[in-house]
Every structure is written in C-alpha cells, then in structure tokens.
C-alpha cells in the first residue's frame, strides 16, 4: 500500500517509504534535502493518508489490533 505522499503548501514533500523488510518509513523532502523522520509502527502492509496540512495521518492496517497512535509535533520534525 505504499506509497502515501503529501506536498505541503511550503514545497515540502512527506512520504513513506520500505527500507528494508517490513519497515515503512517517514521522510521529508524540500528541495535536494531528504530528512528521516522515523520508522511508522505499522510497516508497509498498512496504508496510509496524510490530511491535507501534513499535520495528521491516518492509518489503517489489516492486522486485527486496536491500537491508536499519535504522532505529536509533526509540524516540529519538519523541515523550515
């Protein structure tokens, strides 16, 4: 279900990428820069829908689990 991408109104462009096994990934790009955010708890077998700010992120995952997450700050791991 990879991948999910969002183009911020700053040029900035989140996405979630497969590093290696199962592993789904949060970058942000700007430019020729490329950030890591971090791993995403819920691997690449989920998909994933950013709102349209880039703040929110919603999940859903065929794993029989009820688990909510949430990322706080997003707005702070991006870059200016």
């Known amino acids: 279900a990879l991948p999910a991408l969002r183009?911020?109104?700053d040029g900035t462009i989140l996405t979630i990428l497969n590093e290696s096994g199962n592993a789904?990934?949060?970058?942000?790009?700007?430019?020729?820069a490329v950030?890591?955010?971090?791993?995403?708890?819920?691997?690449t077998g989920a998909s994933y829908a950013f709102a349209p700010d880039g703040l929110r992120l919603v999940v859903t995952n065929p794993e029989r689990r009820a688990d909510i997450w949430m990322i706080r700050n997003l707005r702070k791991l991006l870059p200016h």
Request: charged content about 15%; glycine content about 14%.
């Open 7 to 9: 183009w911020l109104a």
């Open 35 to 43: 950030r890591r955010l971090g791993p995403l708890p819920w691997g």
């Open 24 to 32: 789904a990934v949060l970058y942000a790009i700007r430019g020729s």
